[in-house]
């Protein structure tokens, strides 16, 4: 007699991706995650704030009031006003939307133009890379930020206004960017390097793919990783960068506010109005070390062989 077939469970086990797993890592990584939601809260407060006060207040980062003058943190201002009456709480949200804004654009330009030319070098190679990137080292070898302030004090503001915007945003934007790819350039070709010789590039290629097809739709997907964690260590250079250059007076123009700015105005009178300085200052410094943590928490995420924070 045959014994009856009994039909055994099999057990299906569902691959992850490596986004999949990054988020993972990147959930138990406490810090990180809790820089993300302060940053969250600063953005929303920098972009729904201001407005929210000036229908609520009547406050407006440009209206003054010279008659009330400088005075302290009070339940009606709770940062305090500056030597023209001006809430420093409004200016602090209106300088955040500047001083980011700046970064944001700035770091996606770099980002933009540091993985076409990184990309581009590394994958066709010979004579073409060697250029190309000798003429990284040369821009290397000079210091980007006298780059960017012959760049803002030769170019008239005036001469570079687009639709309106103003012409220091413009220069700001594009100065900034242009001079914070060549890092990005060469860490991008290094990835390249090492990928236009995989298999997948090569399968690509046996069946006919266009080699800039194989380039931009194969190659440079699978450099994200290291391309999204050096743009989280970009915006806060950008940021520091551009507050340096407002407070030599380069940078962004009066009316508007940075925080650059509303630093260089605090520095100037923070022995009499000490408040002047440490809102902005303050709220400057947190998004910083929350940007950098965050860049830390995600090159975990993004790097398997990274030890696993708890």
């Known amino acids: 007699m045959t014994e009856p077939k009994t039909e055994r469970a099999v057990e299906v086990v569902q691959g992850t991706s490596l986004w999949q797993d990054a988020w993972k890592r990147w959930r138990r990584h406490r810090v990180s995650v809790v820089s993300a939601v302060v940053l969250a809260v600063v953005l929303v407060a920098c972009l729904v704030g201001p407005p929210i006060v000036e229908l609520v207040w009547g406050w407006t980062y440009a209206g003054q009031d010279v ?39 700035a770091t996606f330009v770099s980002l933009v133009v540091g993985v076409t030319y990184g990309a581009v070098s590394g994958f066709v190679g010979g004579r073409v890379d060697a250029t190309m990137m000798r ?8 210091p980007y930020l006298l780059l960017v302030i012959v760049l803002m004090a030769v170019i008239p503001p005036s001469k570079v206004s687009i639709a309106g915007l ?14 914070s790819w060549l890092v990005l350039a060469r860490i991008v070709r290094g990835q390249v390097l090492s990928l236009k010789q995989r298999e997948f590039v090569e399968a690509a290629r046996a069946i006919g793919v266009r080699p800039w097809t194989i380039l931009f739709r194969h190659i440079v997907p699978n450099t994200l990783g290291p391309v ?5 260590l970009t915006i806060p250079s950008v940021m520091l960068s551009e507050a340096f250059l407002s407070f030599l007076g380069l940078g962004i123009r009066e009316p508007q506010a940075s925080w650059g700015t509303l630093v260089n105005d605090g520095a100037n009178a923070m022995v009499v109005y000490p ?7 303050m709220t400057m410094t947190v998004t910083l070390f929350c940007l950098n943590f965050l860049g830390d928490g995600l090159r975990d995420a993004l790097d398997p062989n990274a030890r696993e924070t708890a």
């Open 166 to 179: 103003d012409g220091s945003f413009v220069l700001m934007f594009g100065a900034l960017g242009l001079v």
């Open 135 to 142: 003429i990284v080292d040369l821009l290397l070898s000079t």
């Open 275 to 281: 408040w002047l300085l440490l809102a902005p200052g």
């Open 228 to 232: 999204i964690v050096y743009s989280t």
């Open 67 to 105: 008659a009330l003058g400088p005075t302290a943190p009070s339940l009606s201002h709770p940062f305090g006003t500056d030597v023209l009456g001006r809430d420093v709480l409004v200016r602090t949200m209106h300088g955040g939307r500047v001083s980011l804004a700046v970064a944001f654009v």
